[in-house]
């Protein structure tokens, strides 16, 4: 019998990385207070300034950001930030700033000079394992072509912070390959080769307010449910419930930072039973009430000028 050509000659099934690059914020401000004494979320970030002023400090390292670096930050790294000769609070933060787009050239310039500085900042997710990779910050000196896109960028948001064409999506999308691509196959931790520990991870990712049971799981697995959870545990260094605990938790902080749904909308998205339960759980892990941990977050794109 003739083989149904399929379009690809060869017989070799072969396997591919399986990502999903989620966006969640793309800015363009000025900020004359940045003090923050820990900025830790469960989310990438792209930062660039423009001038100058401001710094980061992870593990004892200062790193003064220069306007001709790009500096990615990978997800729960617990770092500092702050504006030169500004002190980080004991507790809380000081933040002053607001969107480019809608500051006259005349204040700009005033802020500029007041010693001011335009942030831009991006916030992205991978999808598990690409979110587990180490903690840390990663600085790239821009060449030219990164440095067309940030500047395409700034233009961009200078006058449009709401709907993203097509290109520029696709600029912003090449820039952070090119930089996930600059961290080196040796930053990333081992990626999940199983395809029935990967399947479930989706499953799971996909559909997590769904209320799973280990059986259900092993199921799409198809595996027994003892066996499976051995397996899982031993992939991801976690229980199968536990695992989907902080899967909720990380999915909430998401919503919490980058969407106005309230508390008990999100509560219900996540899986959990009600508002006070969300809550109970979300403290015993985060360290936080849902509520605090949101206003925390007001540097990531939620607030009006100081």
Request: aromatic share 14%.
């Amino acid at each position: 019998m003739e083989k149904l050509y399929t379009g690809d000659p060869s017989e070799i099934i072969q396997s591919f990385p399986n990502f999903s690059l989620q966006m969640h914020c793309c800015r363009y401000w000025w900020i004359k207070n940045w003090e923050h004494k820990n900025l830790s979320f469960p989310f990438w970030r792209i930062y660039n300034n423009k001038q100058k002023g401001g710094c980061m400090e992870y593990k004892h390292r200062i790193y003064e950001m220069e306007p001709d670096t790009l500096y990615l930050i990978a997800p729960n790294t617990d770092y500092s930030s702050r504006l030169y000769n500004h002190t980080i609070p004991e507790e809380g933060y000081h933040l002053a700033g607001g969107r480019i787009s809608e500051t006259k050239q005349e204040e700009r310039n005033e802020l500029l000079k007041n010693g001011a500085i335009e942030h831009l900042f991006i916030h992205f997710t991978l999808g598990y394992p690409y979110d587990h990779v180490s903690a840390g910050i990663y600085p790239f000196r821009m060449n030219k072509h990164m440095e067309d896109k940030i500047n395409l960028l700034r233009n961009y948001l200078t006058g449009n912070v709401a709907q993203f064409n097509f290109t520029i999506f696709l600029t912003l999308q090449s820039l952070i390959c090119e930089l996930l691509f600059k961290m080196g196959e040796e930053k990333w931790n081992r990626p999940i080769r199983d395809v029935r520990i990967a399947k479930v991870i989706s499953r799971i990712e996909n559909n997590i307010s769904e209320d799973f049971t280990n059986e259900s799981l092993a199921g799409t697995a198809n595996m027994a449910t003892n066996a499976f959870s051995r397996l899982f545990k031993e992939y991801t260094g976690d229980t199968l419930q536990n695992f989907i605990k902080k899967k909720r938790i990380q999915t909430a902080c998401l919503l919490l930072l980058h969407s106005d749904k309230s508390i008990d909308e999100i509560a219900d998205k996540t899986g959990f039973a009600n508002r006070y339960h969300f809550t109970r759980i979300f403290g015993k892990v985060i360290g936080s009430a849902p509520a605090k941990y949101r206003k925390k977050g007001i540097i990531l794109g939620y607030v009006d000028k100081y």
